[in-house]
């Protein structure tokens, strides 16, 4: 079939524009057939661009030319069509488009390009798997609801420029090709053609960069950052990420968090019409552990872990006692309305608690005669009481406990927490809830490397009055950073950072690293601290996951143009691909079979 060309056409208006006060105007559309429907005299078609849809009829006693055209159209054709604007018939009107109450007859017909049978449908129902959906993303991406959260993405990220554009933060680009340093997840690595046998790594943050720039006195910057990780994948993980980078000077946790509350405070009710109040609350992280079972809570409902070791350590539950004479502890919540939970219900909670790492799951239904559970024998009716007092409890409710080491039983109580939130909708949609937690730990030992390795970044800031620990009990120091948490997701994380020479080579020498190592790996941020580095702070947002909370997204492809999949590879394009023996030799490259 010949094709047509534009010539001297142009579009007048996109296919999601037109309304009454355009009816009688001659008009040129342009866009993909998105469905057609022939009654054999009058085909309708429906038009879609990125803007919506536009019924274009074509009507033999309007113009017979175009309408024996319009008969070979098929779904995903691209046309373009000269029409007149005219109101749809009474009763035909469609209350669920914005153009749905008028239509375009066709003088003129364009067919600009054909289309092989698409591999899935692309209107209505997503009929294909995730993986050949990745693999005609571009098909995928004709969908309105992809378009949608790409188009909000945008202007999320265009509210959040503005914003601290307002408030005197300067836009730096900083560099892709950098140098490979340790901690933290694996670099993705970048041969030098120029000096071979080198690497350059893909910056997993530009945390050194933007460091650098405040001793250069930039004083508060940000960035839109693409950033890399070679790591194991999972839903809410792509080896390339986009963060919110920013950094200030002489400033302290609460400079940090006040710009940052700012910036909610504003784009929420830009993009979503949802109010945002602020301060936002803040917690301790081991009070989060402790509370919540989580260093990222979801605070859109309740149900606190409550600890019972003291009421407890009396009973005649040998379980129980076991774990308590062992430094473990009982810890409990209690299920509004949980009574009616069925045995299966508790078996898979049960195999969760398990799962996690804990010994097991033990429960208690309050019905109208008292305590149906298998502790009920074991407990006196001063502890039931006491432990119904202080969890709140009343007939009808569930308590399930969990005894073990501290940190087993908050992890798996948290677990359990978030498991029974999703079952009985406690956190309903449409809502949001921050939260800050800070005071996380500065180090952690790592067995397998056999030191302490840092919780955040080694630049992390310790509190002033742990500084003494860290030569004896490094474990115990508390770091000055803080989280950022929405709706039970971390979408933030940042810290004061060491802007003094000594403090920064004391924490390396906590960390295990040798004068050599820290020399070679970091002596040009040394010698930059040297020269008069101002206090400093700063904060990356994760964007790909705000952005994908702000939309409802279920994951985070939906909210990326192009995504990897969960074996870290471009399906569109086959990325990682094997390249020739030439490009390796110019690199000083041989590889070694796998």
Same mark, same amino acid.
């Given at each position: ?75 995903? %054709? ?222 859109? !409902? ?60 033990? %429960? ?13 024998? !074991? ?21 399930? !406990? ?105 924490? !390396? ?86």
């Amino acid at each position: 079939m010949d094709i047509d060309t534009l010539k001297d056409w142009k579009r007048t208006n996109d296919c999601g524009s037109l309304r009454r006060d355009d009816i009688d105007r001659e008009v040129i559309l342009m866009g993909w057939v998105n469905r057609r429907r022939d009654f054999g005299k009058v085909t309708f078609i429906d038009l879609r661009d990125r803007s919506g849809l536009t019924q274009i009829v074509f009507d033999q006693e309007f113009d017979k030319t175009s309408h024996k055209k319009a008969g070979v159209l098929r779904n995903e %054709w691209v046309i373009a069509v000269r029409g007149v604007v005219t109101a749809r018939l009474a009763g035909q009107e469609n209350p669920d488009l914005r153009t749905g109450d008028i239509e375009v007859k066709v003088k003129e017909l364009k067919i600009l390009n054909e289309t092989e049978v698409p591999p899935f449908q692309v209107d209505g129902k997503v009929d294909a798997s995730e993986n050949l959906r990745l693999k005609y993303r571009y098909l995928e991406l004709r969908r309105p609801a992809l378009f949608s959260n790409l188009a909000t993405r945008h202007k999320i990220a265009l509210q959040i420029r503005n914003l601290l554009t307002r408030e005197g933060f300067v836009e730096v680009e900083t560099p892709f090709l950098a140098k490979s340093t340790p901690e933290g997840a694996r670099d993705y690595l970048v041969p030098s053609r120029i000096t071979k046998g080198s690497f350059y790594a893909l910056p997993q943050s530009p945390q050194l960069f933007k460091q650098l720039l405040m001793v250069a006195g930039f004083d508060r910057y940000f960035q839109i950052v693409r950033c890399f990780r070679d790591e194991d994948l999972r839903a809410d993980r792509q080896p390339e990420f986009t963060q919110v980078d920013l950094e200030l000077s002489f400033a302290n946790e609460d400079g940090v968090m006040d710009v940052i509350e700012g910036m909610m405070v504003d784009l929420f009710p830009a993009i979503l019409d949802y109010p945002i109040s602020r301060p936002f609350p803040r917690i301790e992280y081991q009070n989060a552990m402790d509370i919540y079972g989580s260093d990222k809570p979801d605070t859109r !409902f309740n149900m606190e872990l409550m600890d019972f070791s003291d009421l407890l350590k009396s009973s005649d539950f040998k379980v129980f006692t076991d774990v308590l004479e062992g430094g473990g502890v009982v810890k409990a919540l209690v299920v509004k309305g949980g009574a009616s939970f069925s045995r299966k219900d508790l078996d898979d909670l049960n195999r969760m608690v398990i799962d996690s790492g804990a010994k097991g799951l033990f %429960w208690a239904k309050l019905q109208p005669d008292g305590w149906q559970s298998p502790l009920a024998k !074991f407990l006196a009716p001063d502890c039931k009481g006491g432990v119904e007092e202080k969890l709140g409890a009343i007939e009808g409710d569930l308590i399930l !406990f969990v005894a073990d080491m501290a940190h087993i039983a908050n992890e798996a109580l948290g677990l359990l927490r978030i498991e029974i939130g999703k079952r009985l909708d406690l956190a309903k949609d449409g809502t949001y809830s921050f939260l800050w937690v800070t005071r996380f730990p500065l180090l952690e030992y790592n067995s397998e490397e056999n030191r302490y390795v840092a919780v955040h970044h080694p630049f992390t800031a310790p509190l002033e009055e742990d500084i003494p620990l860290l030569a004896e009990r490094p474990e115990a120091v508390r770091a000055r950073s803080y989280d950022l948490v929405l709706n039970g997701e971390e979408i933030g994380g940042g810290s004061v950072r060491i802007h003094s020479l000594g403090l920064q080579n004391q924490i !390396f020498r906590a960390l295990g690293l040798g004068e050599e190592e820290v020399r070679e790996k970091f002596g040009f941020f040394l010698e930059a601290l040297s020269y008069g580095a101002p206090p400093h702070a700063g904060i990356a947002l994760g964007f790909d996951r705000l952005v994908g909370i702000m939309v409802g997204a279920e994951s985070l492809r939906d909210v990326i143009a192009f995504p990897k999949t969960q074996r870290a590879t471009c399906a569109v394009t086959d990325a990682p691909s094997k390249v020739d023996r030439d490009q390796l030799a110019e690199l000083g490259l041989s590889l070694t079979p796998p």
